[in-house]
């Protein structure tokens, strides 16, 4: 290739640069915009939950993550889930008659097993679906607001749900004011209608043992008294507060309260009469009753600090207290190691301290003599272990993997056990595992 | 995206971002932190922009449809028609040896440091679909023939890089330095008035700066094959290649540094002068521009 | 009455922590090009919500205690 040799090439290539850079560079000052495709995702999960010799429940959950346009995102949630095996109703002892049938979600019979220590089961077999739609709009850079709904259907169990929330972002972004509310209109229909609460079960052979308040209601046991579906409506109410603390830390604060109004009570838990005139045996079961009204009340504290760049620390505690006399510490721990680019090693722990019920029971005494009696037929009364002062601890690990740029896989494994005040309920001893595949599309 | 980074180097503030393979980085004069950041921003934004605009990866940008076109005639924008000018004008300039239709011979070349050289009656099939010659460009509308592709990765960094520098020039501030892997461009002095010191290394010496030069307004690029090459017979195949002919250029110089006043420029004028081969540094010296050079 | 009190310790035993932690990291005025750290998938406050949501209905069906980190998650018979 022959070259002029002069300046010319140089001098031609400079006009034609200047051509080429000729237009001043107008510029939009960048607002952070993720990139669509990030935000796009599909998760999968299906968990596995097994309380030894009682409940097991396998669910599956998906939820579809997609963003439409420029300020909107849309979440579908899907859950299905079955649960199977045998709960603890309330009920302490076996009867002298050995046996009594009575519903049960599933509408088959429950039973207990010989031993006086042992408790009363309930056994059933049931199934949930659960759909939820969220819908997320943001108004202007710094404010946004979410709209929510979903259905729940269960053999006997129906919860429709409907939710707000706003959020807005002040202080140069370091500080996320939110407010929520959400109601929910909830039926519950076990076979043959909600039982009248704190009505007779059963009454046994050796009802002249029973407290005086009792005796007319037991003529009547043949033909327990039954409603039409009991119904519920919970408001749910949320203010918090999310800040950035410094560049390693975050925390939040959230203050909630909840009213609920209707049929509280569980239909399949019951309460047993106890006479210790004949050596603690049972003579008469009562349905369990919960008031019509229950005002909650949590304040939760949440941090996250991140010490290096590749570990994190979760922490987050919640006092819950009630009008119903429960209180409660709930403290959790998660400890976050990235193992590797792609991977990580998470540790997770869970204290839950609680208060019983003021009308929990773990049953009713008969006579003067016993604990717990009762000269008149209790307003409020429950023998339902998890109104009862107990102890959840749950201690898990979990593993996470990175597939590739758009996908991951997780997996956990927990082991959870519940102690109770009451000695007469055995320890509740739950393994549970679960496994979550995301993947972006 | 992935999140820009601001550090405060106590002189200057040095903002950095992944972009066109490289670490990019911006070199900025100023007391004011926010100004910086916000100049970076706006700079990772348009080195994105350019860089998905004009990649040959992604799917429905303008070179995609070029590429696609199959001999029909693709309306382009105003942007790419000025891109489409220089890149006629280059290939007038330089008699045909900068070509950006060459880049279907990477179909043939391999520059992985092994010996496979292709055979030639491959590189003689897609020489049937390289040749600006054979390619209708009247402003806004191009037409190719079916199979040619059009490859700005021989202007897209150093376009890049002259944008960049003003728009922080005329939006921030002048006291800046732009550095998109080596591709430079200086639109003004530091704040006191003193050039900006830029070392220049060989990586044959492991990286040694061998040379510095100080700018206060201007623009430097480099142009060479150090780590793209094929090795045989103790023969050195640059990944530069003719493309009057498919194969590398004889005896080009390893690397060639040109110093000019846009980057756009500094950046052709080192291309143009290892398209020379041997004759690269007398192009240089008749250019009267100021070079470095590793033969 | 000792029940109560238990619960009055525990309370003031957290909140001391939670003191404690706030005086013990600084608090900065983070700039937004310093969001970089928190922006990281493991500093998320809620991480995983597949893990969160079944985790918040297992406790929600097997304590007395509901809610703290948000609204609307609907009823179920569980509880």
């Known amino acids: 290739m022959q070259l002029k040799k002069s300046h010319a090439i140089r001098n031609k290539l400079a006009l034609a640069s200047s051509a080429l850079l000729i237009s001043s560079p107008a510029i939009s000052i960048a607002a952070e915009k993720t990139d669509t495709a990030d935000i796009d995702n599909v998760g999968i999960s299906q968990l596995y939950y097994s309380e030894e010799d009682r409940v097991t429940v396998q669910k599956t959950q998906a939820i579809i993550t997609k963003e439409i346009g420029e300020s909107d995102i849309l979440k579908l949630s899907?859950?299905?889930?079955?649960?199977?095996?045998?709960?603890?109703?309330?009920r302490i002892f076996t009867d002298t008659e050995g046996g009594i049938t009575n519903t049960t979600p599933s509408g088959s019979s429950s039973s207990g097993s010989g031993d006086s220590s042992d408790t009363w089961k309930t056994s059933f077999e049931d199934t949930r679906t659960a759909f939820n739609a969220e819908w997320e709009h943001k108004?202007?850079?710094?404010?946004?607001?979410?709209?929510?709904?979903?259905i729940s259907k269960e053999n006997d169990y129906e919860s429709n749900t409907f939710s707000g929330k706003l959020l807005l972002d002040i202080n140069q972004r370091r500080t996320t004011l939110m407010t929520g509310m959400s109601v929910a209109f909830d039926t519950v229909s076990p076979f043959g209608g909600v039982p009248g609460g704190a009505t007779v079960l059963a009454c046994h052979s050796n009802a002249v043992f029973r407290p005086t308040w009792f005796d007319d209601d037991c003529d009547k046991t043949e033909n327990p008294i039954r409603y039409k579906?009991?119904?519920?409506?919970?408001?749910d109410y949320i203010i918090g507060v999310t800040q950035v603390w410094n560049r390693r830390t975050l925390m939040q604060f959230n203050f909630s309260f909840s009213k609920e109004d209707g049929y509280l009570s569980d239909p399949y838990k019951q309460v047993s009469i106890i006479s210790s005139e004949l050596d603690g045996e049972e003579v008469a079961v009562l349905h369990e009753k919960r008031p019509d009204t229950r005002n909650t009340k949590s304040l939760y504290y949440k941090v996250v600090h991140v010490p290096t760049d590749n570990t994190s620390i979760h922490f987050s505690y919640r006092y819950f207290w009630d009008d119903w006399g429960v209180a409660a510490d709930t403290v959790e721990g998660r400890l976050r190691i990235n193992l590797t680019s792609r991977t990580y090693l998470q540790m997770h722990s869970r204290l839950h301290f609680q208060g019983k019920a003021d009308f929990f029971q773990p049953y009713v005494g008969a006579d003067e003599k016993s604990s717990y009696y009762s000269s008149a037929r209790p307003n409020n009364i429950s023998a339902d272990s998890r109104l009862s002062q107990l102890l959840t601890a749950t201690a898990g690990v979990k593993v996470g993997v990175k597939i590739n740029k758009s996908s991951h896989i997780s997996a956990r494994i927990e082991r959870m056990t519940q102690r109770y005040k009451n000695k007469l309920l055995p320890t509740m001893k739950t393994f549970i595992s679960q496994i979550n595949l995301t993947f972006k599309f | 995206m992935q999140a820009a980074k601001l550090i405060n180097k106590k002189t200057h503030w040095l903002g950095t971002f992944y972009s066109m393979a490289s670490q990019c980085e911006i070199l900025l004069d100023t007391k004011d932190e926010k100004l910086a950041w916000d100049a970076l921003q706006s700079a990772q934004k348009e080195a994105i922009r350019i860089e998905q605009k004009y990649s040959r990866y992604k799917s429905g940008n303008i070179i995609d449809k070029i590429n696609t076109a199959n001999g029909e005639r693709v309306t382009v924008d105003e942007e790419t028609a000025r891109l489409l000018d220089y890149a006629q004008q280059c290939f007038n300039l330089s008699d045909g040896a900068f070509d950006i239709t060459s880049g279907v011979l990477r179909k043939a070349w391999k520059f992985d440091g092994s010996n496979n050289i292709p055979d030639q009656k491959i590189i003689s099939k897609i020489m049937n679909q390289v040749g600006w010659e054979k390619v209708e460009?009247?402003?806004?509308?191009?037409?190719?023939?079916?199979?040619?592709?059009?490859?700005?990765?021989?202007?897209?960094?150093?376009?890049?890089?002259?944008?960049?520098?003003?728009?922080?020039a005329q939006h921030y501030t002048a006291h800046v330095l732009v550095n998109f892997g080596g591709d430079i461009s200086v639109a003004g002095p530091r704040e006191n008035g003193e050039a900006w010191e830029i070392g220049l290394q060989n990586p044959e010496e492991n990286n040694a700066t061998v040379a510095k030069v100080a700018l206060k307004k201007g623009a430097v690029a480099t142009s060479g094959d150090l780590n793209r090459f094929l090795l045989k017979n103790g023969k050195r195949y640059t990944h530069i290649l003719n493309p009057k002919t498919g194969w590398p250029i004889k005896n080009a110089p390893?690397?060639?540094?040109?110093?000019?006043?846009?980057?756009?420029?500094?950046?052709?004028?080192?291309?143009?002068?290892?398209?020379?081969?041997?004759?690269?540094?007398?192009?240089l010296i008749a250019q009267d521009v100021d070079y470095r050079i590793i033969t | 009455m000792l029940k109560i009190k238990l619960q009055k310790i525990h309370l003031i035993a957290l909140l001391a922590t939670v003191l404690l932690f706030l005086s013990g990291c600084a608090y900065e005025k983070v700039k937004p090009w310093h969001r970089d750290v928190l922006a990281k998938d493991i500093a998320q406050?809620?991480?995983?919500?597949?893990?969160?949501?079944?985790?918040?209905?297992?406790?929600?069906?097997?304590?007395?205690?509901?809610?703290?980190?948000?609204?609307?998650?609907g009823g179920c018979g569980c509880n």
């Open chain 1, 78 to 90: 899907f859950v299905y889930d079955t649960m199977s095996g045998a709960s603890p109703n309330g």
């Open chain 1, 139 to 150: 108004f202007m850079t710094v404010l946004t607001g979410v709209l929510g709904g979903g």
């Open chain 1, 229 to 235: 579906p009991g119904e519920k409506v919970v408001n």
């Open chain 2, 137 to 168: 460009w009247k402003n806004p509308k191009l037409r190719m023939l079916p199979g040619m592709q059009l490859d700005f990765g021989g202007i897209g960094k150093e376009y890049a890089v002259d944008r960049t520098a003003a728009i922080i």
């Open chain 2, 254 to 283: 390893r690397q060639v540094t040109v110093l000019a006043n846009t980057c756009i420029d500094a950046g052709m004028l080192s291309t143009f002068a290892i398209l020379q081969g041997a004759e690269a540094e007398e192009f």
């Open chain 3, 45 to 73: 406050l809620v991480p995983d919500p597949l893990e969160n949501e079944s985790d918040e209905h297992i406790y929600f069906s097997k304590e007395a205690a509901k809610g703290g980190q948000g609204v609307g998650g």
